[in-house]
């Protein structure tokens, strides 16, 4: 089956750049879509189809997906910021396939 | 505005099934898929499956399907998710959550989640 690879945590200092990566089978030939989960809340959107920001989501998230590897990055990282992110695709047969999810510390 | 609204925490004892509910508000529910999506404590997100909720057609990941029912009920705008023959593993959060566009399999607006507790 399907498989998608996240590091189980980031760490990123206030105002820097932070990366968090997902890795699958040549993941580059799908759409990827990354999710941001706070404590006790459900998921929200912040990047679809690789690239795109749903409305209200700041610019200073955005995302790219090459090869076997997407990637969500977030500019200039707030303290808000700080989360769970879970990225998504889907498998040969539509279903949909989520990472393990990365845990981003701000400090 | 898209809201989803989910019934409320559920406890169950192994072996029973539990059925939560998601009502819809703010678009026209017949035009878009419901994907069903669980959580369980601690660990990352798990899809369900999803159906339709304009022809009631449902797709199932293997690990649930069998044991995994989705219904919906247009007049109500609400899809509905049943679990039979619960046991601990079950335990956790489960979150119904639109597609983007028919199946785009993007999942754009979600519930606020719904605890099920499988406990004896």
């Known amino acids: 089956s399907y498989g998608l690879t996240q590091p189980p945590s980031v760490s990123v200092s206030p105002g820097q750049t932070a990366s968090i990566t997902c890795s699958g089978d040549k993941l580059g030939d799908k759409y990827a879509c990354w999710y941001q989960q706070k404590p006790g809340q459900a998921p929200v959107l912040v990047i679809y189809?690789?690239?795109k920001r749903p409305s209200g989501i700041p610019e200073r998230f955005s995302g790219s997906n090459s090869g076997n590897t997407a990637t969500l990055t977030i500019s200039g990282t707030q303290g808000m910021d700080e989360a769970d992110y879970h990225c998504q695709a889907w498998d040969s047969s539509s279903r949909v396939v989520f990472g393990g999810g990365t845990k981003l510390t701000v400090l | 505005q898209v809201q989803l609204v989910q019934s409320g925490a559920e406890v169950k004892k192994p072996g029973a099934s539990v059925k939560v509910s998601c009502k819809a508000s703010?678009?026209?529910?017949?035009?878009?898929?419901v994907h069903w999506v669980r959580q369980a404590p601690g660990q990352g997100l798990e899809w369900m499956g999803w159906?339709?909720?304009?022809?009631?057609?449902?797709k199932f990941s293997q690990k649930f399907q069998g044991r995994v029912t989705l219904t919906r009920d247009k007049s109500a705008s609400t899809a509905y998710m049943e679990v039979s023959s619960l046991r601990s593993e079950d335990t956790g959060i489960y979150y119904c959550?639109?597609?983007?566009?028919?199946?785009?399999?993007?999942?754009?607006?979600w519930g606020q989640g719904t605890l099920v507790t499988v406990s004896s």
């Open positions: 189809q690789n690239t």
């Open positions: 159906i339709d909720g304009g022809n009631a057609n449902t």
């Open positions: 703010g678009y026209t529910f017949i035009s878009y898929v």
């Open positions: 959550a639109r597609d983007l566009s028919m199946t785009s399999l993007i999942l754009d607006y």
